[in-house]
T-cell receptor, first 112, second 112 residues
Framework: EAQVTQNPRYLITVTGKKLTVTCSQN?????MSWYRQDPGLGLRQIYY???????DKGDVPEGYKVSRKEKRNFPLILESPSPNQTSLYFC???????????FGNGTRLTVT | DAKTTQPTSMDCAEGRAANLPCNHS???????VYWYRQIHSQGPQYIIH???NNETNEMASLIITEDRKSSTLILPHATLRDTAVYYC?????????????FGKGTKLSVKP
């Protein structure tokens, strides 16, 4: 089944403790992206990647890192999480040709 | 990519057609109109897209005005499960796919 898989679904952590949220897609998509969603602010893009080893900042990249060493994986890294990064995170992917975005089921992160 | 404007919220009676408008007055000739929806806190789901002709699929119909400055998503027989936030996005298909701006969308409430 074609899908975007994020892990974990729920994560509670403390300020400053490094964490990684994984994202994997099995559709051979070139484009992958991370969004965060907060009440009243809608979906905001954090980082995106047009292909392997090609990444770029979205609207709200501060405090986040990404890497794209393989086509299928696009992990989101929080080196030193802070409470303002408490949010619902979505990974998405699509082909370079402009097909619709496919989204993962989300990761709800709480930083205390 | 052009910006879009949508009403914040709408109500619809169960079984009736839901008509969700979107204004995209600055749309370029090569930009498509895409619609997604997000049910509760799940990952956004693709619904339909079009360039200038009206489109229909098993989920919905998309009506685009002749000048392409606005469009309407139609759910022909809304059910309670169609209660969601609906996002209208315009973007170039096959071109730069960097920052896909979702905006705040329209919260559709389908009532019994």
């Amino acid at each position: 089944e074609a899908q975007v898989t994020q892990n974990p679904r729920y994560l509670i952590t403390v300020t400053g403790k490094k964490l990684t949220v994984t994202c994997s897609q099995n559709m051979n998509h070139e484009y992958m992206s991370w969004y965060r969603q907060d009440p009243g602010l809608g979906l905001r893009q954090i980082y995106y990647s047009m292909n392997v080893e090609v990444t770029d900042k979205g609207d709200v990249p501060e405090g986040y890192k990404v890497s794209r060493k393989e086509k299928r994986n696009f992990p989101l890294i929080l080196e030193s999480p802070s409470p303002n990064q408490t949010s619902l995170y979505f990974c998405a992917s699509m082909t370079e040709g402009g097909s619709p975005l496919h989204f993962g089921n989300g990761t709800r992160l709480t930083v205390t | 990519d052009a910006k879009t404007t949508q009403p914040t919220s709408m109500d619809c009676a169960e079984g009736r057609a839901a008509n969700l408008p979107c204004n995209h007055s600055t749309i370029s000739g090569n930009e498509y109109v895409y619609w997604y929806r997000q049910i509760h806190s799940q990952g956004p789901q693709y619904i339909i897209h079009g360039l200038k002709n009206n489109e229909t699929n098993e989920m919905a119909s998309l009506i685009i005005t002749e000048d392409r400055k606005s469009s309407t998503l139609i759910l022909p027989h809304a059910t309670l499960r169609d209660t969601a936030v609906y996002y209208c996005i315009v973007r170039v298909r096959g071109g730069s796919q960097g920052n896909l701006i979702f905006g705040k969308g329209t919260k559709l409430s389908v009532k019994p």
